[in-house]
């Protein structure tokens, strides 16, 4: 079993619609909870970063992490087509030495 | 304020070459990580160093791979006698300090003929 587990998709959703993208991970020592956007041939983007249970908003991008069935998930709310791209869950322990990152989820969103 | 540069771009080599990707963390960043990535996989963690020092090189091949980070330059990640299985992009992140946010450069694609 991997540390990190995401759906790779990939996804696709008509403009407008909500998106949920999900990770479920084993180590309990993860305590830092990021969602990285990437798109085709750039490097990884940081979108949201939390470190306790609850949800996060940010504009459109809301963050949930259930740390007691070690599960986060990224909303994104009236989708638009400039967010096709491929959304990775990422997550580490306390010192950050080894963040471990989900395979990505690639998401379409089509106008 | 530059982000985190990566160079070159891309980088193609013949099985046997040896294959140096550099990156420049952002400016007051002392924190460089290496991510690889291959298609439909996330990202691999190979190896975190501070300036001088290697931290963690857990994920990184015992032969063949080594990384650095001096005093002064970039960081460097070098491959000797590349093969096939070696091509991937390799991605570089710095923070300015264990525990906090990760900035990504826009990777170094490595192809092996």
């Known amino acids: 079993q991997k540390e990190v587990e995401q759906d790779p998709g990939p996804l696709s959703v008509p403009e407008g619609a909500i998106v949920s993208l999900n990770c479920t991970y084993s180590?309990?020592?993860?305590?830092?909870f990021m969602w990285y956007r990437q798109y085709s041939r750039k490097g990884p983007e940081l979108l949201m970063y939390?470190?306790?249970?609850g949800n996060k908003e940010d504009g459109r991008f809301t963050a949930q992490v259930d740390k007691s069935s070690k599960y986060i998930s990224l909303f994104i709310r009236d989708s638009q087509p400039s967010d096709s791209a491929t959304y990775l869950c990422?997550?580490?322990?306390?010192?950050?030495?080894?963040?471990?990152f989900g395979a990505g989820t690639r998401l379409t969103v089509k106008p | 304020n530059a982000g985190v540069m990566q160079n070159p771009r891309h980088l193609v080599r013949r099985r046997g070459q040896e294959a140096r990707l550099r990156c420049s963390p952002m400016?007051?960043?002392?924190?460089v990580y290496w991510y690889r990535q291959l298609p439909e996989e996330g990202l691999k963690f190979m190896v975190y160093l501070q300036k001088e020092n290697i931290i963690d090189e857990s994920g990184m091949p015992k032969e063949r791979f080594s990384a650095e980070f001096p005093k002064e330059g970039p960081s460097i990640l070098r491959i000797q006698q590349v093969v096939r299985g070696d091509s991937a992009a390799y991605f570089c992140?710095?923070?300015?300090?264990?525990?906090?946010?990760?900035?990504f450069g826009s990777g170094t694609q490595l192809s092996v003929l």
């Open positions: 400016k007051g960043h002392s924190h």
């Open positions: 992140a710095s923070s300015p300090a264990s525990g906090e946010k990760l900035f």
């Open positions: 939390t470190y306790s249970s």
């Open positions: 180590n309990s020592a993860f305590q830092y």
């Open positions: 990422a997550m580490s322990d306390a010192n950050n030495n080894d963040m471990r």
